[in-house]
């Protein structure tokens, strides 16, 4: 477990050489690729853009699929929390959006089933929103 306590402000995951170095890397490679198809505009420069803008895809996409395999995750194990913690609340599971399961992961066992009642009722959607009305941090050290 990292030595640092996870809260509001540092429970984003930041990996230093993907998102600087890498991503640095890849916006230098495009711009070299720009300057290069503007200066000489061979065959050979173009399929160079095009090869600097799929990597730039590829980039995010790396990313964003494994986010969406954490979020369908993240739902179903609140799923689960919530059912066990408000049996009553389960019942309305549904009318979460993932943006709202989100925000509401990082809540304490003690303060999920008020806060989701609230969240619901207020029709709260934003995660960050949700993630400031937490008062006692639950933190998630596996992030993808």
Avoid at 92 to 110: K, M, N, P, V, Y
Avoid at 116 to 143: C, F, H, M, N, S
């Amino acid at each position: 477990m990292p030595v640092k306590a996870q809260n509001l402000s540092n429970h984003a995951r930041y990996v230093p050489l993907f998102h600087g170095v890498l991503l640095a890397m890849l916006l230098v490679n495009l711009v070299w690729a720009i300057r290069q198809v503007i200066r000489l505009g061979s065959a050979e420069h173009w399929v160079g853009l095009m090869m600097a803008l799929a990597y730039g895809i590829f980039f995010a996409y790396v990313r964003r699929f494994p986010l969406t395999v954490q979020d369908r995750v993240i739902r179903l194990e609140e799923t689960l929390r919530l059912q066990r913690l408000a049996p009553d609340l389960a019942a309305r599971a549904s009318e979460f959006t993932c943006d709202q399961w989100i925000g509401l992961r990082f809540a304490s066992d003690e303060e999920l089933p008020a806060l989701a009642r609230r969240v619901l009722d207020e029709k709260l959607t934003d995660r960050g929103a949700i993630k400031r009305l937490v008062g006692t941090w639950r933190p998630d050290y596996l992030r993808v």
